[in-house]
């Protein structure tokens, strides 16, 4: 939470880029980001508990628009993993929050298997393609899917990888 303190991250999260603001709150061990896009915003809360990393940060989805419910839930659900199971902190989750926000309206679409345009593993983007489909998928989603499945199909036509 200190790090968040710190005018030089503040600064560094919201550079170049008027539509996203940080707002720390001190005494409830809350941060909260706000995207905004044209005359709407999306806003997220991260709230760390006094006994952190014991018990698991909080990550609420304030405010959405333009995004599925499922595909939001993914998010919140990668921005809780890189604090709580990458050892990452408060700074790249909201790195993660802002890069798919972006991304999301810069027309780059997200893996159908985590719902996440960013992925949780690698912070990569999804670049597998399907060739019957073309649907696009991260490389550590596909792995995990192959492992799961005990098969190289693509998880929505089912043709051979």
Same mark, same amino acid.
């Given at each position: 939470?200190?790090?968040?303190?710190?005018?030089?991250?503040?600064?560094?999260?919201?550079?170049?880029?008027?539509?996203?603001?940080?707002?720390?709150?001190?005494?409830?061990?809350?941060? =909260?980001?706000?995207?905004?896009?044209?005359?709407?915003?999306?806003?997220? =809360?991260?709230?760390?508990?006094?006994?952190?990393?014991?018990?698991?940060?909080?990550?609420?989805?304030?405010?959405?628009?333009?995004?599925?419910?499922?595909?939001?839930?993914?998010?919140?659900?990668?921005?809780?993993?890189?604090?709580?199971?990458?050892?990452?902190?408060?700074?790249?989750?909201?790195?993660?929050?802002?890069?798919?926000?972006?991304?999301?309206?810069?027309?780059?679409?997200?893996?159908?298997?985590?719902? =996440?345009?960013?992925?949780?593993?690698?912070?990569?983007?999804?670049?597998?393609?399907?060739?019957?489909?073309?649907?696009?998928?991260?490389?550590?989603?596909?792995?995990?899917?192959?492992?799961?499945?005990?098969?190289?199909?693509?998880?929505?036509?089912?043709?051979?990888?």
């Amino acid at each position: 939470m200190e790090l968040m303190n710190r005018p030089d991250i503040k600064q560094q999260l919201e550079e170049n880029d008027n539509e996203f603001k940080v707002r720390t709150l001190k005494a409830s061990n809350e941060v =909260s980001a706000t995207y905004f896009v044209d005359e709407e915003s999306m806003q997220i =809360s991260i709230k760390l508990p006094s006994n952190f990393p014991l018990q698991q940060i909080s990550v609420e989805g304030v405010q959405k628009f333009g995004v599925k419910d499922k595909q939001w839930r993914g998010w919140m659900f990668a921005i809780a993993a890189v604090i709580g199971t990458q050892n990452g902190n408060v700074v790249d989750a909201l790195t993660v929050f802002k890069r798919n926000v972006n991304l999301h309206f810069e027309g780059v679409g997200d893996c159908v298997i985590c719902y =996440s345009i960013i992925s949780v593993v690698d912070r990569s983007l999804p670049k597998k393609q399907c060739r019957t489909c073309k649907n696009k998928f991260h490389a550590s989603c596909l792995y995990k899917w192959f492992r799961s499945s005990n098969s190289a199909s693509c998880p929505l036509c089912r043709t051979v990888f």
